[in-house]
């Protein structure tokens, strides 16, 4: 009998030291190299479902940002604004629409629509507010003229120092 044919039908009785075929004996360092690749593999599913999920619930449950307690904020030079023309200025860290309607009158909104937080725009052919959100318009008092916005826009008061415009919060 060669050593091929002893392998073969081996028990592991014999004690020559072969792995058994009828008794499936395990070597300890196989043990060691599955339970390895188990852990490594479990840990990179973790990793791939976390950097999956985390963008996920970080856009469902956003930080809260605390609106910084301005009242009153530059809004520029009065020539750098045309009389029907309007624009975004930052107010705290939040949007503000100027609107200079004439040469001598000025109006100012929060620059964030009422229906779902989008930025508002003046419209200088119509002379109106534009949402391009879902097309919600306002008048030049802030009032809602059609579209779907349930409320009003905030409106700030408008000073004119000299050449310099600022906006400040109504009390």
Request: glycine share 8%; with cysteine.
């Amino acid at each position: 009998m060669g050593s091929n044919d002893h392998a073969k039908g081996c028990c592991g009785q014999c004690g020559n030291g072969r792995t058994s075929v009828m008794g499936a004996e395990k070597d300890p360092s196989d043990q060691t190299r599955r339970s390895l690749l188990s852990w490594l593999l479990g840990g990179a599913v973790s990793a791939s479902l976390a950097s999956f999920f985390y963008p996920v619930i970080r856009f469902l449950n956003p930080p809260h940002i605390t609106e910084a307690a301005v009242n009153e904020v530059a809004a520029g030079k009065a020539q750098d604004l045309k009389p029907n023309s309007g624009k975004i200025i930052k107010f705290g860290n939040k949007p503000a629409l100027l609107v200079r309607v004439s040469e001598t009158e000025w109006k100012a909104f929060s620059a964030v629509c009422t229906h779902l937080n989008c930025t508002v725009q003046y419209q200088e052919s119509s002379r109106q507010i534009w949402c391009a959100c879902h097309n919600g318009t306002y008048d030049m008092s802030g009032r809602v003229v059609s579209g779907p916005p349930p409320n009003p826009l905030e409106e700030f008061a408008v000073l004119v120092r000299g050449d310099d415009v600022v906006i400040s919060r109504r009390t």
